[in-house]
């Protein structure tokens, strides 16, 4: 589970990615398997080349997409959450 001070960065050793436009496709290096990532799915990956507070990444969407923080994060935890879980971001340890 995350919270707002949880650092987070995105997992280049088990992903490759390419940009199609505002969109992306990340190739898992390990089994092969293929996600397409949207526009906002492919802003987070990008937000999270360097480690990033969940709060900070919150606050750089909420600039990027104009929207209310609480929107925000209900809309953005889950998808960290999935992306936590496929091992396509991960938890930086302070």
Not at 6 to 25: C, D, I, M, P, S
């Amino acid at each position: 589970m995350i919270d707002l001070a949880t650092k987070l960065r995105r997992n280049e050793e088990q992903y490759t990615v390419n940009n199609l436009g505002e969109e992306a496709v990340m190739m898992n290096v390990t089994n092969g398997d293929f996600i397409g990532l949207n526009t906002v799915g492919t802003e987070i990956w990008h937000l999270l080349q360097e480690p990033i507070s969940f709060e900070a990444l919150v606050k750089k969407l909420m600039d990027i997409y104009e929207v209310a923080e609480k929107q925000c994060i209900d809309e953005t935890l889950p998808y960290i959450n999935k992306m936590i879980g496929e091992k396509m971001i991960k938890i930086v340890e302070n």
